[in-house]
């Protein structure tokens, strides 16, 4: 069964603004891979290779996901961390609700917000009208 992670994307305002920002670091400019580092490699990390994705909540918002193609040990000036590797393809999802909380978790298959189509009338909305219809049951 596949599951998934969701992480809070600190710092970030939009799927746009998280975008824009891994388009200029030039960290990802050689790897076909997106990543981030955490403190711990998952458990179930081989139900999460079977298709899982790292979900990410943005404002409040589970808004957008990457697929997750890699976990990797890499060493930092604090020890041992784990390397999540995304793809590189961030995908739009619909808007969900989410509290902040610390860390990455798991996150069901069936609890999972479905994909936004690119080129859907939805998709070309701002954020926050996308939030406000959301909140009052339109979307």
Same mark, same amino acid.
Request: positive net charge.
């Given at each position: 069964?596949?599951?998934?992670?969701?992480?809070?994307?600190?710092?970030?305002?939009?799927?746009?603004?998280?975008?824009?920002?891994?388009?200029?670091?030039?960290?990802?400019?050689?790897l076909?891979?997106?990543?981030?580092?955490?403190?711990f490699?998952?458990?179930?990390?081989?139900?999460?290779?079977?298709?899982?994705?790292?979900?990410?909540?943005?404002?409040?918002?589970?808004? *957008?996901? !990457?697929?997750?193609?890699? %976990? /990797?040990?890499?060493?930092?000036?604090?020890? =041992?961390?784990?390397?999540?590797?995304?793809?590189?393809?961030?995908?739009l999802?619909?808007?969900?609700?989410?509290? *902040?909380? !610390?860390?990455?978790?798991? %996150? /069901?298959?069936?609890?999972?917000?479905?994909? =936004?189509?690119?080129?859907?009338?939805?998709?070309?909305?701002?954020?926050?009208?996308?939030?406000?219809?959301?909140?009052?049951?339109?979307?």
């Open positions: 069964m596949t599951i998934h992670i969701i992480k809070l994307c600190v710092g970030v305002d939009s799927v746009e603004h998280l975008m824009e920002l891994r388009k200029n670091n030039p960290r990802y400019r050689t076909d891979y997106h990543y981030h580092i955490t403190r490699k998952p458990k179930k990390a081989e139900e999460i290779l079977d298709g899982g994705s790292i979900y990410w909540v943005i404002k409040g918002f589970i808004l *957008a996901r !990457q697929r997750i193609i890699g %976990f /990797e040990d890499v060493q930092t000036d604090q020890g =041992v961390k784990c390397m999540i590797k995304m793809d590189k393809k961030v995908h999802t619909e808007s969900q609700p989410r509290r *902040a909380f !610390q860390g990455w978790r798991y %996150f /069901e298959e069936n609890a999972a917000p479905k994909d =936004v189509s690119e080129k859907s009338e939805v998709a070309e909305m701002p954020m926050e009208l996308k939030n406000d219809l959301k909140t009052l049951g339109l979307l």
